[in-house]
């Protein structure tokens, strides 16, 4: 922990001060301190204004906006400046041993419009730029703008601590700032962002997600369905087949038999009657092919046996006789046509041994020519034979066709014979029938089943492939939703905790406060016997008095002036708690109370509250003897004095008791 | 010789003969079975009895559209069979040749059950 204490403070053309009025703040050991006197509207009020400015800027407004800094700074800025308005503070500050004499100043640039706000950081005499740039955590570290509250502080502060009503709220508003609570509350407002957040955004998808939700439920449960259908479906299809293959081998088996006993035949009576109509005609047919056979007139012929050979014989023979005939007579007439030709030219005697030699060799021919001819002219039958042959065959095989037809007649008709009379049969045909029925039915339930089962299983596929798309949307899309709803219950759950955390720190910290408030109040207050203790609520924070004889006293027992000592305090409590130290300014503290409890307030608060007291106040607070108590303590004394003719205020030194 | 024989007559008994092959043959014309017949008779080398015949009641039959195209043949066939049973081929031989082997035929192809058509 750091000690802080202020060497000094300047500040320029701001408020009533124009040129520069410095005032030097050391303070030596046992006197800790500075008075500042200054009638209402000379410059106190700003002088502490500019003391938290200077530290801590705009956060010295507390959770004020920018622009009502700058209305703050804009109002303060002296119209008659010559040159900027600044403030500087030299302070230094001991940290485990080491002392940093720094001096942080601002000062504004107010042109037409725009406002800028230089800070700067000098670190025993030179520009620290880090510590510059640094220095809001810098001086956060050391002590934090919300409890500049308590250290930094006025009347008005005092009478409202000293209010019943507003005690508890403020008491407990400052406990919280020294225990740093702000820092939990400010988490919890980012929690409440990050639900709200998270609320906002999950409303928005919740429609969406709600109808993806419900989508994928409707999908896993048509599939749930389906698969119930599957499996009643799989057995029964089982269950079908095995009926309709029973139905089967039985009609099977039946038709077996019932062929064996003629059914075949029946069922064919038809086909074997015109089959044997057929071979009936056939046989018809092949009997007019004999009969055509035989009706050549040749065909009978080849039956004429050996007289065959006897007519060709002498059909030849006459056939020689014609030939011998015109061979003579052709012979003949040459002959003669020789002779007559010779006859002439030849003596007598040749020509008539030439006659007889011709004559004689005619004889050879004379004789077969004189064959008497019986034969009528007729084709050769040497030739015929070809003819007569060919007819031959065509009959034989005409016959062999016809014994094959008949033969084939034979059979058809045994087998004609053999088909049983319709009658026999009824029976048999209504069984086969109602037989056949059961088969075609038994195979139409497992058909259909077999296409139920297919049509499910189909269905199963498709809806699989939608569920994994809606689960894979739902994942994706949705991947965000989950994160919220968790954001949002680990938001909510930090949020309780975090109350509770500040509840139960609060309350550990009420004890400890009742008796530190209890003590510095006893030690103010001059009726030592009214008040025993001070009680903190821990709950509550409401602040209650016990009395001297044990039961609660009212607030409004005390005095304005005894309200006010409470209020103090309370701060005394509340400052001596920070253990690390900081100078306490005050403004204007002793208005409302008498002249004892003055005296009081001074020996036990101002000379012990910390190792700097700057006390801020009108002429009539420290006055006689008050004044001189109070010299005992102070190391420094100023008047700020307004001037009407400048209408500036200058700072002047207070000679100092000790001085004095 | 083209119109040695005009007709040939049978007897009633031949007729008779003629309509049972008819019916048992199917054969429609009378000429055909007639060939057959005198074809079947030809074949014999024995000769024929040469019957006295009545031919009331009976069937002729035109010589042409007995033989058909083989008029010629069938008339060398009857004057060979004439000259050899005969030993002269006059053209009453011939006729009564044709007449004797023709009712034989007949009688022959009756008498055969299964002739002509098995």
Known sequence: MSK?????????????????QYLDLQVGSGRPIILVKALNGSGKTTLLTCLQVVLYGAKALGNARTSEYEQLIRGLHRQDASGRARIELDLIIETDGESDHLTVSREWMLGSGKFSEQLLVHRDGSVDFQIGEEWDEYLDAILPSELVQLFLFDGEKIEALANPKTLPDMLRR?????????????????LVAVERRALIHAKEASGDYESARQELAELKRQQDEVNGAIDVLSSSVGHAKILFEAAQADYRRYSDDARRSGLAAFEKAAEIRSAEQRAREQVAAAEAAVREALADPYAALAGVGTLWEDYKALFDAEMDAKASRHLLSEIDRRDRRVLQGLKSEMPVKSFDILKKALAADSQRYKKVARKALVLADAPD???????????????????????????????????????????????????????????????????????????????????????????????????????????????????????????????????????????EFRALMRKQRLVSSVQVDPQTYAVSIVGGNGHE???????????????????????????????????????????????ALIRRFFAKVSHQVMVLSTD?????????????????????????NSRSSTVGSLLTPVES | MNNLIERVR?????????????????????????????????ANKSPVPREKMQFSNGLEIDWRTFAGEAEATYLNLLIMRTLADEGAASAEAVRNTLTAHLHRGLSYLVSRQDSLIA
């Open chain 1, 4 to 20: 802080v204490t202020f060497k000094g403070i300047g500040i320029q053309n701001l408020g009533p001060f124009r040129e520069r």
């Open chain 1, 174 to 190: 400052a406990t919280e700032a020294f225990l740093g609570i702000g820092g939990i509350d400010s988490l919890s407002k980012d």
């Open chain 1, 381 to 519: 039958p040497t030739q015929l034979e070809v003819q007569i042959e060919d007819g031959a065959r065509v009959y034989q095989s005409a016959l062999a066709q016809l014994a094959e037809s008949r033969a084939r007649l034979v059979v058809l008709e045994r087998k004609v014979a053999a088909i049983p009379a319709a009658g026999q049969l009824t029976d048999m045909l209504a069984q086969l029938e109602t037989k056949a029925a059961a088969q075609s039915r038994a195979e139409a339930d497992y058909a259909s089943l077999k296409q139920q089962l297919e049509d499910q299983q189909a269905s199963r596929q498709h809806l699989g492939t939608r569920l994994d798309a809606a689960q894979a949307r739902m994942s994706r899309d949705f991947r965000g939703q989950a994160l919220d709803s968790k954001a949002i219950m680990a938001g909510q759950r930090t949020r309780a905790v975090l109350s509770i955390f500040k509840d139960r720190l609060l309350a550990s910290k009420a004890a400890w406060l009742s008796k530190m408030i209890t003590e």
């Open chain 1, 553 to 599: 006293l009212p607030m409004e027992r005390l005095s304005a002036g005894e309200r006010q000592l409470l209020a103090v305090a309370v701060l005394s409590a509340l400052i001596r708690e920070r253990k690390g130290r900081f100078p306490v300014v005050v403004d204007t503290p002793l208005a409302r109370l008498d002249r004892t409890h003055r005296e």
């Open chain 1, 620 to 644: 009539e607070e420290v006055e006689g003897s008050v004044y001189d108590e109070m010299s005992r303590y102070t190391s420094a004394a100023y008047l700020i004095e307004f001037s009407d």
């Open chain 2, 10 to 42: 049978l007897s009633s008994a031949a007729r008779q003969q003629l309509i049972t092959l008819k019916r048992r043959t199917g054969i429609e014309h009378y000429n055909v079975i007639c060939r057959h017949a005198l074809c079947a008779s030809l």
